[in-house]
């Protein structure tokens, strides 16, 4: 029998030893540029020579979709017994081969439930998320882990609207799992049947027509979206231009809103433009609030598929270059592609986008993709899996010393996630660094793996997940876990951060594995000391020493005291008594003591 509800209204529901590895422990062309002609006609002499050379070589933009991305319409047959086939294979697959995108065209379907399993995006086809109508529901579960939600990786729901059967949709995921351009005519629930541990979560231009209740979730982060009501919150719920989110209250409700989001820019999707796949590129935003879509369309830019390479398995990194050197932009299918060379993206504009979590490894230890120092890349959608030889960096945004600006059409980073080990051994000094200026991070989980294959100090090392070099870099919804010494550091001038969610490395050995010169451990967020300006809200840091509890870090954040670096809204806390942090941010803030996992908790610094 399912129990009643928590009270919504309380602050504490489910705070205690509820975070997931705590639990184990204890447990167990527009777009692009210009089209293929006129770049060819463009091109200096010698590469056009080299072109004509390689005629043979040219790689065709367009064509299908490939075996791992299903295509629904109203009047398809069996629908529900295909999406129940392919949960079955993924419910429990947690780092299996397995990768699907289920889509759906324009059109109303009834009694629909997509349940989704790992490495499963579902979306819809239309220009906006109100041509697909599921009278039905997209549910995130947690049955196949007794319960208990904190390792439900990596899916996806974009692109459509639902009516719940119930009135309520439930959605309770963890990292990397996105809910984005959804209209849910009802309610949300965030928590897994039985209302156990909870720890996500990201929505993105979104419409919650109920109240969104997340009961058990430690924290989430909801950006531009609009929805009827908030139910309650355990320790860092972080709102940026949300109409209707509840009002600014940290710690106490703990709450942190924003009016509006400084710059954004939403996610490319695949929609059908007539009877052709394109791909739209929605436009800049500033100062944004409440869904892009809410006037009609999303404004932006449709680039036709024949634009694109269509990336199946078994594509190699030669090959994705050349399509990118011919200036098509690149759409992954599901799949997994090892790389024996960088996959570099040198041209203004180009997108770069994965359906379905296409996976990339890089072999060899190279670096599995880069940028040049250009405007308007968009990249979204991707798993960046560490190779077993070790890797000097998984992205690379501009080179090191890029100096452009691009304040008018920055580069985006969205929904792309870094794996080091779990799957397997994998190696990587830095996750992802950002060199470009005004480059927007929307959405990552940058993550050395805390169980798996493949996981141990030394045998998934990774000591850097993100380092930020570019001014005027921004980060909504940051989520980096366990490195072996700084989870991020930020050199950059004016870097801004809304929402960051962190655990310290569960297996330090002991003590002197993470001290840090004079510093005992390394912060989980630093800022680096010649740094101006910086600013920061709803930030929280979590430890959890599995391997030696007596360890202690001086402090969860770390930044130099100017009148230009602010910090609002921080916590860390000490999961059962499993280490203890001795400051919140450099000397300020009451440190974390017991077993009790009771946030300590800083309103402003300095």
């Not at 639990?23 to 010698?46: E, Q, R």
């Not at 041209?347 to 996976?359: D, E, F, K, S």
């Not at 960046?384 to 452009?404: E, H, Q, W």
């Not at 940058?446 to 870099?473: Q, S």
Request: hydrophobic share 35%; with cysteine.
């Amino acid at each position: 029998m399912q129990q009643p509800p928590r009270d919504p209204a309380r602050q504490d529901a489910s705070p205690q030893l509820s975070r997931r590895a705590f639990a184990g422990a204890v447990a167990g062309a527009v777009i692009g540029s210009a089209l293929l002609p006129a770049a060819t006609a463009n091109a200096a002499p010698h590469k056009q020579a080299k072109r004509a050379k390689n005629a043979s070589a040219a790689v065709a933009g367009g064509g299908d979709l490939g075996p791992n991305v299903i295509v629904f319409d109203p009047s398809t047959q069996g629908i529900q017994s295909t999406l129940d086939s392919v949960f079955s294979k993924q419910e429990s697959a947690q780092f299996g081969t397995g990768r699907y995108a289920l889509l759906f065209k324009p059109g109303t379907y009834n009694g629909l439930n997509a349940q989704l399993g790992f490495y499963t995006s579902i979306a819809g086809l239309g220009r906006n998320p109100d041509d697909v109508q599921i009278n039905g529901d997209v549910t995130v579960d947690a049955g196949w882990f007794n319960g208990n939600a904190t390792q439900n990786f990596w899916r996806s729901a974009e692109n459509m609207a639902l009516t719940p059967v119930s009135g309520t949709d439930r959605w309770a995921v963890a990292q990397a799992a996105p809910f984005r351009r959804m209209h849910i005519k009802g309610g949300l629930n965030l928590a897994p049947n039985g209302y156990g541990w909870a720890s996500g979560g990201y929505i993105a231009d979104s419409r919650v027509d109920g109240t969104i209740s997340p009961y058990s979730q430690q924290q989430w982060y909801t950006r531009e979206s609009q929805i009827g009501g908030w139910g309650n919150g355990v320790w860092n719920m972080v709102f940026s231009g949300v109409i209707g989110a509840p009002a600014q209250g940290f710690p106490n409700p703990v709450y942190t809103t924003l009016d509006s989001t400084p710059v954004s820019r939403e996610k490319p999707y695949l929609y059908l433009d007539g009877s052709d796949y394109a791909v739209f590129v929605p436009s800049l935003r500033t100062n944004a609030r409440g869904v892009s879509w809410a006037n009609g369309s999303t404004p932006g830019t449709s680039v036709p598929l024949s634009q694109f390479y269509v990336v199946k398995e078994g594509a190699t990194a030669a090959t994705i270059n050349q399509a990118l050197s011919q200036g098509l932009n690149l759409l992954f299918t599901p799949g997994i592609y090892h790389v024996d060379q960088t996959i570099d993206i040198t041209r203004a504009n180009t997108v770069v986008l994965g359906i379905g979590y296409p996976t990339i490894i890089p072999d060899n230890g190279v670096t599995a993709m880069q940028t040049a120092d250009v405007d308007g890349i968009r990249l979204a959608g991707l798993l960046l899996d560490a190779g077993t030889t070790n890797s000097p960096y998984l992205l690379r945004v501009g080179p090191s010393g890029a100096s452009a600006g691009h304040g008018s059409n920055p580069t985006t980073v969205q929904d792309v996630f870094v794996r080091i080990g779990g799957a397997g051994a994998g190696k990587a000094t830095t996750s992802m660094e950002i060199n470009s200026n005004d480059t927007i991070i929307d959405h990552t989980w940058i993550w050395r793996a805390d169980h798996g294959a493949g996981v141990g100090w030394d045998t998934n090392r990774a000591d850097y997940g993100l380092r930020v070099n570019g001014a005027d870099v921004l980060a909504t919804g940051l989520f980096v876990e366990h490195f072996n010494k700084y989870c991020v550091e930020w050199s950059g001038n004016g870097g801004r951060t809304i929402f960051f969610q962190n655990e310290l490395a569960y297996d330090a050995p002991n003590q002197a594995a993470i001290q840090n010169g004079s510093t005992a451990g390394y912060a989980a967020y630093k800022v680096d000391d010649a740094v101006s300006t910086h600013e920061a809200w709803g930030l929280g840091s979590y430890c959890n020493f599995t391997s030696d509890p007596s360890i202690r870090v001086d402090h969860g954040f770390e930044a130099p005291q100017k009148s230009g670096v602010k910090f609002h809204d921080l916590l860390v806390i000490s999961l059962g008594g499993m280490g203890q942090y001795n400051h919140v941010i450099n000397s300020t803030g009451a440190g974390t003591s017991g077993t009790s996992t009771t946030p300590s908790n800083l309103v402003s610094y300095p």
